[in-house]
């Protein structure tokens, strides 16, 4: 009987093929026996605050959002959560949602109106006449107001437009002198004596030399000077909101608009200048206060030339144009 002999290359690597064997065997039979302890999460109570309503609940969550997740709660890009998302859950945690928006809102004002009084040599003194009644105005203010949780914390306008002006109201006073009718008794032999009313004096009619047109009342001894829309004059530079509009709301313009104390001359209403013309009561100024007069010019370099000009008579018209 032949015996077959194998090479001994052969019997080393059979037998370094049956360890390795062996070894995966017995690292799968030791894996195979070995179970995982498994994650324990402790339950944790947490209070939710949000939409003004406080919420208990009990939850295994790791982090907040994962709370937030398992109760819908969702989120708007602008909302804040206090903690924040990503922190981690303790027990007796308060998660506070803040929900934030903006809206732009319009409101409407009341302006009141103001009063003018004038001395009026065709009305007794002691009695007084309303020559116009006053009428308040508007403005409307659009404004773009912030909002925490239904309550407004922050407001910032953007806009002011004047809807209507106010009308002033105007009141003459009266200047006249009360004229009292006296009676004499006039003898005259062989008749019956009876009293004569004497005559009332007749008052001298004023007349103005370099224009022809009635008017309500005269202003002796006002300061003129001139005004531009732009920043040297109002702080506003072209293009600005506002640049170039009165207080009246109306677009200022050469040979027009003057700037009065409305107290003084009522707004809207018609004036005579001497040496000047006639203008219209547009506009006010923070320093044109008393027999105080802004004519307003397109130039700067005419404005600054205009100078000043006192004791300057102006005739106060009325709201209709008199030219």
């Known amino acids: 009987m032949n015996r077959v002999f194998l090479p001994k290359w052969m019997w080393l690597t059979f037998g370094l093929l049956f360890v390795c064997i062996s070894i995966l065997v017995l690292m799968v039979l030791i894996t195979s026996?070995?179970?995982?302890?498994?994650?324990?999460?402790?339950?944790?109570?947490?209070?939710?605050?949000?939409?003004?309503?406080?919420?208990?609940?009990?939850?295994?969550?790791?982090?907040?959002?994962?709370?937030?997740?398992?109760?819908?709660?969702?989120?708007?890009?602008?909302?804040?959560?206090?903690?924040?998302?990503?922190?981690?859950?303790?027990?007796?945690?308060?998660?506070k949602i803040i929900r934030y928006f903006a809206k732009t809102t319009e409101e409407y004002q009341r302006i009141p109106f103001k009063t003018v009084y004038y001395n009026d040599p065709n009305i007794e003194i002691g009695k007084q006449s309303t020559v116009q009644e006053g009428m308040p105005g508007q403005i409307k203010i659009v404004k773009s107001v912030s909002v925490e949780n239904g309550t407004n914390v922050q407001e910032k306008m953007l806009s002011k437009q004047i809807v209507s002006n106010y009308r002033t109201k105007v009141i003459a006073i009266g200047s006249k002198p009360k004229v009292q009718e006296r009676k004499y008794l006039v003898y005259q032999p062989q008749q019956s004596i009876e009293p004569v009313a004497a005559e009332k004096p007749q008052l001298a009619v004023k007349k103005v030399a370099d224009f022809n047109h009635t008017f309500q009342y005269e202003i002796d001894s006002t300061t003129l000077t001139a005004y531009t829309a732009g920043v040297e004059s109002t702080g506003k530079s072209l293009g600005d909101e506002g640049y170039g509009v009165t207080a009246s709301g109306a677009i200022v313009k050469e040979g027009q608009t003057i700037a009065v104390d409305p107290t003084i001359i009522p707004m809207g209403w018609w004036v005579y200048i001497k040496g000047i013309g006639y203008r219209k009561a547009e506009d006010t100024g923070s320093a044109i206060k008393g027999n105080k007069i802004d004519v307003y010019v397109e130039d700067l370099n005419v404005a600054r030339s205009f100078g000043k000009k006192e004791n300057v008579v102006v005739y106060v018209i009325g709201p209709n144009d008199p030219r």
Do not use: C, F, W
């Open 33 to 95: 026996n070995t179970t995982p302890e498994p994650v324990v999460r402790l339950s944790k109570n947490v209070v939710i605050i949000v939409d003004n309503h406080n919420y208990t609940v009990t939850t295994d969550a790791h982090t907040v959002k994962e709370v937030l997740d398992e109760h819908h709660i969702g989120l708007s890009s602008a909302d804040r959560v206090v903690p924040g998302t990503g922190n981690v859950i303790e027990d007796q945690m308060k998660i």
